[in-house]
């Protein structure tokens, strides 16, 4: 089955379009207009500082981490030299009326921002241009009218622990222990939808279920690995969120995964699968070492699961087999995972679920460790660290819109906008504010004929 680019790869594409059209057009101060929307956001934001004392504005000092952090830099101190080097492109967008902050004023004003106010306000801005965007893009990820099955997106969710961040001798048990922090994704748009502050990874379990609640999944499959295979959160995401699950399944619900491999342990009842129509899917991926089998199986045969029924809309479940051949030894070791789903027994949507799960790991965890340096950063204030993810995954997803124009990696289009900030900076803020109020989208439409 060949690969369908997600909404995000199509809109990257279309962004570089946009540029040239940017470019022709009259655009003199798009790049201040979308600040000017920043700004009026930013403003909305509590300010907890004594205000006699202040010398830097609030949202200058969002600006500045912002523009540091989309220009390649990781750490306060460079984040600092970036703004004194760059002074006089950052005041085209920032008031600026003193002297930079230091390095440690930006980390300490991090330190007592609220999370819930910083994401919001990034959100809205995201949320936004996502859906002047999508009036424009294929909506549906996977549809078939003749099954009445459409799907919008899958929304996976993980958790993240960032390490190098304890402080030693603390006398707060929280801060004897990393960060960790509960993430939920689109796949389909790149975006992290939500970034929440745990104490300790089983508290995923009731913070799952609270994002649920807030989130509009109408039309999405929602993927967890198996410490959120809860009956309660399978409630969640149906009847609150209005969508659809696919849950990973282990040890943790003992006899319904006993119950569940043991059926598909059943060579018959595999086969019988494969003969049915849509129920069976096998892909294959050859690399310089090895060769990759995936088969999907998926089946509605449910009648005999005795807890069925306290599984929130349970349809069917699925089995994936990974088969991997060393070219070399010829020897092969298979992986196996089982499934709960409130899908229609659908291989190829099953498939879509299973595989798009593992982006918020491979794609959204993967990024910030490595491009981001995340996990090698090494402060110690787990707030100033929580928000500064906040800022990262803000300038992943527009990293990402711009690499189809740069033609780079990740690393490098950040990087180059650092060696450039005078004329990338008013580039990408002008696309930004194009995105942001639908100006010039009808160069989606050309790339969709």
Known sequence: MAKKDTKL????????????????????????????????????????????????????????????????????????????????????YLDLKNEIPSHDTMQRVFAIIRPDELQGMLKEILVQMIEMAG?????????????????????????????????????????????????????????????????????????????MKGLDCRKCIVTADAMNTQKETARVIVQEAHGDYCLALKGNQKQAYEEIRNYFACKDL????RQKSGQYQSETEESTYAITIREYFITDDIQWFEDRGRWEKLQSIGYERKTITIKETEESHIEERYYLCSIKPIAELFAIAVRRHWNIENNLHWTLDVVFREDSLGSKEKKAVHNMGLIRRFVMFIIKLMKTYYGRSMRRVRKTIGRKPETELPLILAVLRVLYTNDLLDSIDELAK
């Open 270 to 273: 595999l086969e019988n699968i």
């Open 135 to 211: 009036q424009h893009l294929d909506q549906y990820l996977y549809q078939n009218e003749e099954l009445d099955c459409y799907v919008r997106d899958v929304i996976a969710a993980d958790g993240k622990e960032t390490r190098h961040t304890t402080k030693k001798h603390a006398k707060d048990p929280e801060d004897l222990c990393n960060l960790n922090e509960f993430n939920v994704m689109s796949t389909e748009w790149g975006v992290c939808l939500s970034s929440t502050r745990i104490n300790e990874k089983t508290n995923e379990i009731p913070e799952m279920q609270a994002v």
């Open 9 to 92: 790869e199509n809109l990257s594409k279309t962004v570089h379009m946009l540029i040239e059209e940017i470019r022709l057009s009259e655009t003199e101060g798009l790049d201040r207009i979308f600040m000017d929307v920043y700004s009026q956001q930013a403003d909305m934001m509590t300010d907890s500082r004594q205000q006699g004392k202040v010398k830097h504005a609030f949202k200058d000092i969002l600006g500045i981490v912002f523009f540091g952090v989309l220009a390649g830099n990781d750490e306060w101190e460079d984040i600092y030299d970036f703004a004194m080097d760059e002074r006089e492109t950052l005041i085209n």
